[in-house]
């Protein structure tokens, strides 16, 4: 990746476009990393704008490092943000938290004097790059970390058991509805979430729970192999691909019946229903059993 500072969204899209342009002439590289990515909102368009430029001239990516959180109106302006960049590890039940695919972050972490390759594979399921390191401020990428082997290996051991999971949602008669909220949850912790359709990477014989939302007019019916609970357990043994069918909530039937004091069935009682006075007429009747 080509390195291009933009102090913040300071610097004038014409000289970056200009320093991009220069990669292009000196090397054989896939993506633009912009450093110094502002982290306030107002610059995103700045952002997108750099991105179509990378994109039009031929890179695949672009990442973004403002080395800490954005607001939400930036994802999307870059493929991918650094959201860490500091001393130390970032916490685990920060990462876990996130709510949009892995693919979206990377972080960076320095000042580690050694590797926790159990923290590696947690923060896996977060974010889709990291890289960690023994070096300290102020020079900690002059030289690669003393463990780089180990943490190499440890990456490709998730890359290899790694599958994808889709969720897809469609309504009753198979037409795709997207921007569905899907939760992805294993031992109870929740490791990934997004809108459909929407594709998790998870990690092959591992045990997951997805949940499927209801919002708006939408109403989670049954999933495609027929489960009516809106949460499906799943054992991850390659690539899966789950579907929700959703009715509009004009689709769903409300059954009354009457009972007495002791629960005997009351037949024959009139019923009356409109869409405000609904509960008035039910108490109504209820008072005159």
């Known amino acids: 990746m080509g390195y291009v500072p933009t102090g913040y969204g300071s610097v004038s899209t014409s000289v970056i476009d200009q320093e991009i342009y220069r990669y292009t002439q000196m090397y054989q590289l896939n993506g633009i990393f912009f450093d110094q990515m502002a982290n306030v909102p107002g610059f995103e368009s700045y952002y997108a704008g750099l991105t179509a430029y990378a994109k039009s001239m031929g890179y695949s990516m672009t990442m973004g490092n403002p080395g800490s959180w954005v607001p939400p109106s930036y994802i999307g302006t870059v493929d991918n943000i650094v959201i860490y960049e500091n001393s130390g590890l970032p916490d685990a039940g920060f990462l876990s938290t996130l709510g949009y695919q892995r693919s979206d972050f990377s972080l960076m972490s320095y000042g580690d004097s050694s590797l926790d390759t159990n923290y590696v594979l947690g923060a896996s399921a977060s974010v889709g790059y990291l890289y960690i390191t023994d070096g300290n401020w102020p020079s900690?990428?002059?030289?690669?970390?003393?463990?780089?082997?180990?943490?190499?290996?440890?990456?490709?051991?998730?890359?290899?058991?790694?599958?994808?999971?889709?969720?897809?949602?469609?309504?009753?008669?198979?037409?795709?509805?997207?921007?569905?909220?899907?939760?992805?949850?294993?031992?109870?912790?929740?490791?990934?979430?997004?809108?459909?359709?929407?594709?998790?990477?998870?990690?092959?014989?591992?045990?997951?729970?997805?949940?499927?939302?209801?919002?708006?007019?939408?109403?989670?019916?049954?999933?495609?192999?027929?489960?009516?609970?809106?949460?499906?357990?799943?054992?991850?043994?390659?690539?899966?691909?789950?579907?929700?069918?959703?009715?509009?909530?004009?689709?769903?039937?409300?059954?009354?019946?009457?009972?007495?004091?002791?629960?005997?069935?009351?037949?024959?009682?009139?019923?009356?229903?409109?869409?405000?006075?609904?509960?008035?007429h039910l108490v109504t009747h209820l008072l005159q059993s």
């Open 140 to 280: 900690p990428y002059t030289a690669l970390p003393t463990y780089f082997l180990p943490l190499l290996s440890t990456l490709s051991v998730i890359d290899s058991s790694s599958v994808s999971l889709t969720v897809d949602s469609v309504d009753m008669a198979g037409n795709p509805i997207s921007g569905l909220w899907t939760v992805l949850q294993t031992g109870g912790n929740i490791v990934q979430s997004g809108f459909t359709p929407e594709a998790f990477s998870v990690t092959s014989g591992d045990q997951y729970q997805v949940t499927a939302s209801n919002y708006a007019s939408y109403v989670f019916d049954h999933w495609g192999n027929g489960s009516t609970s809106n949460t499906e357990s799943l054992t991850a043994s390659g690539p899966i691909t789950l579907v929700a069918y959703y009715r509009s909530t004009s689709d769903v039937s409300l059954s009354v019946n009457w009972f007495g004091t002791y629960g005997t069935a009351i037949p024959g009682l009139w019923r009356q229903f409109n869409m405000m006075g609904i509960i008035l």
